[in-house]
């Protein structure tokens, strides 16, 4: 048998190549990011390449630094991808209006109250209430007013939606 088709024992484990993950962005999609999205994307990338990574890269006999340094080595590309792309979208002209980067306090169908953050997709945090300007709820939300009312249609049926209060931030 060849060598080309047997591993040493020295070179350590073999693992499967991580698959790349698929853009969150839709098709021709701009890649929107609040301005403090995108210094907390730029601070994540910094803090890898200089803290995480290099420990790592000392790690060579270790097969779970190997599997780490690949997971953050996936990181560090999907952030230079984001960060080559990214844009920092104008204010809006109408602070009135909700639109990327407004912060909008809603009442629910069953009264209670919940404040979501229109994010760009790369610092989208459903549980922190930052939700995506491609998501559904956003779409439903963009240039209402305070007062206006919004259906938004769910897997469990309409909710509406009571637009309280708007900012922009």
Same mark, same amino acid.
């Given at each position: 048998?060849? +060598? ?6 020295? @070179? ?23 301005? @403090? ?46 960060? @080559? ?58 240039? +209402? ?25």
């Amino acid at each position: 048998m060849s +060598k080309a088709f047997t591993r040493e024992e020295n @070179e350590g484990p073999a693992f499967d190549d991580l698959p790349e993950r698929e853009s969150t962005l839709p098709e021709g999609a701009r890649n929107y990011l609040t301005a @403090e999205g995108l210094a907390g994307l730029r601070a994540e990338l910094a803090r890898l390449i200089a803290e995480v990574r290099p420990p790592l890269l000392d790690a060579v006999d270790d097969a779970d630094a190997k599997r780490q340094l690949a997971k953050t080595n996936e990181r560090i590309f999907e952030l230079e991808r984001s960060l @080559e792309t990214a844009e920092v979208p104008s204010p809006s002209v109408d602070p009135s209006r909700i639109s990327f980067g407004s912060t909008v306090r809603v009442r629910e169908g069953n009264g209670d109250e919940v404040v979501y953050r229109i994010v760009g997709v790369d610092e989208t945090d459903f549980d922190h209430g930052r939700i995506s300007w491609t998501s559904p709820l956003s779409r439903a939300l963009s240039q +209402k007013r305070v007062g206006d009312i919004v259906t938004l249609a769910t897997p469990g049926g309409p909710e509406r939606l009571e637009i309280l209060h708007v900012s922009a931030e």
